[in-house]
């Protein structure tokens, strides 16, 4: 790995944590994430030079803030007016710590962060993707990908969310007691959808973003201590622990994708496991299910199968039923036709995947198209599965799943002239 390349890997490590403390600090989001930027351009430049300081997460904070600093100096001699309203109202760039009185469990930035970008006063799809942007280090196209929605509808919705912040004056803390469980589910959307995009990159080359599932299960293990008698969080971080198990043995020794049939399961993290079923328990014993814990109870059922034979996937089946009817979505859908396909043969899941690609509202989703170019295939209808697999790969964004989806549309390719043997 040359120099710039380690440098951007420190970058996107801290990123989040940096961000978070500076819009604290500059009570701004724009001039945050500018001060930031102009912070990694100082290190691409000086880091090969003088050397990777200790702290790098110290050296880009304080780079970031002389930044911001020298920009507000610049911006106060074009007008000695504003400098004066700022002397007056503007908050020490120099005061970073959190304030000592605050409970450590919430006296973080990130979970600040969270809980301004999931302010009620902004639309729940506002409050996940500012969050994503902020927080995760997202690009826009990310986001819209994760959304099903065009990058420059995504794009709107995020400057609509930042004016909206700074004109209301939203405050940059977590919220008192009380108004935490009307808060809870924008933030546990949020912490989920950063675990997923670290857990199956949308883009780029890798199918894992390490940092980013490690940093949301952070975030949920913050969220258990800080509300211990509500079960969301509790099934939300039993879902990532569970599905954090498989990293390693997701993404092969030449970095492709291994799906969950063909896993050497002895690699799956069983301290992770172990933890996770047994909040898993907890967020099931707790009450009615909410979809954190439906989704736990199934990672929990592949967790505890030896094999993907011996997996109990008509339970698997029944829970997805009962999640669709908790939170109706083409998505659980999908999910439930996989499930009923390993239950009761590929025929009867693609019966259904038939049906939920009529209605056309997946029809950008890759996976969609794999599932079925994956069904299509075990039934030896080759020409089916070839096209199957050919619309997946126009939508699909990650480059180790594109691989994947090239290797399978090969080994059936040179065959699609034959006639298909259920003719």
């Known amino acids: 790995m040359d120099e710039a390349s380690a440098i951007e890997r420190v970058f996107k490590?801290?990123?989040?944590?940096?961000?978070?403390?500076?819009?604290r600090v500059l009570g701004d989001f724009d001039r945050a994430e500018d001060a930031l930027a102009a912070a990694l351009e100082a290190a691409l430049r000086q880091w090969?030079?003088?050397?990777?300081?200790?702290?790098?997460?110290?050296?880009?904070?304080?780079?970031?803030?002389?930044?911001?600093?020298?920009?507000?100096?610049?911006?106060?001699?074009?007008?000695?007016?504003?400098?004066?309203?700022y002397d007056a109202s503007a908050p020490p760039l120099a005061v970073v710590a959190p304030e000592p009185e605050e409970d450590p469990a919430v006296a973080d930035d990130r979970l600040r962060l969270v809980f301004t970008c999931c302010h009620p006063a902004l639309p729940l799809e506002a409050q996940v993707a500012l969050t994503l942007r902020t927080l995760g280090g997202l690009s826009t196209e990310e986001i819209a990908r994760a959304f099903l929605v065009p990058s420059a509808t995504m794009a709107q919705r995020l400057v609509r969310a930042k004016q909206k912040i700074r004109a209301a004056g939203i405050p940059y803390r977590v919220p008192e007691q009380s108004e935490l469980p009307e808060r809870l589910a924008a933030v546990t959307a949020v912490i989920y959808l950063v675990f997923n995009e670290g857990y199956a990159a949308t883009s780029g080359d890798t199918l894992v973003r390490r940092e980013l599932a490690a940093e949301a299960i952070r975030l949920g293990r913050l969220l258990c201590v800080l509300l211990p008698n509500q079960s969301r969080p509790r099934g939300l971080l039993a879902l990532m622990l569970l599905q954090d198990a498989r990293r390693e043995a997701r993404v092969g020794a030449d970095g492709e994708l291994v799906l969950l049939e063909d896993q050497d399961r002895a690699r799956w993290d069983r301290d992770e496991i172990a933890e996770g079923l047994q909040l898993v328990d907890e967020a099931l014993r707790a009450g009615p299910p909410d979809a954190y814990a439906l989704q736990a109870a199934v990672a929990a059922l592949h967790a505890q199968a030896a094999s993907t034979r011996e997996t109990d996937w008509a339970q698997i089946a029944a829970l997805y039923v009962a999640l669709h009817a908790l939170a109706p979505s083409p998505v659980v859908r999908l999910n439930h036709a996989v499930a009923v396909a390993f239950a009761e043969g590929p025929a009867a899941g693609l019966l259904l995947l038939d049906g939920l690609a009529a209605e056309g509202s997946l029809?950008?989703?890759?996976?969609?198209?794999?599932?079925?170019?994956?069904?299509?295939?075990?039934?030896?209808?080759?020409?089916?599965?070839a096209a199957a697999y050919r619309a997946a790969l126009d939508r699909v964004g990650n480059e180790a799943e594109r691989r994947f989806l090239e290797r399978q549309l090969s080994t059936i390719?040179?065959?699609?002239?034959?006639?298909?043997?259920?003719?």
Do not use: K
């Open 13 to 23: 490590e801290e990123r989040g944590r940096i961000l978070a403390t500076l819009i």
């Open 48 to 85: 090969p030079r003088d050397g990777r300081p200790d702290n790098p997460r110290a050296w880009l904070l304080r780079a970031a803030r002389n930044r911001a600093v020298d920009d507000q100096r610049r911006s106060s001699r074009e007008s000695r007016r504003a400098q004066a309203l």
């Open 363 to 385: 029809d950008e989703y890759h996976l969609l198209h794999a599932a079925r170019a994956d069904l299509l295939r075990r039934l030896d209808r080759r020409a089916d599965a």
């Open 413 to 423: 390719e040179p065959h699609t002239n034959e006639p298909d043997r259920s003719s």
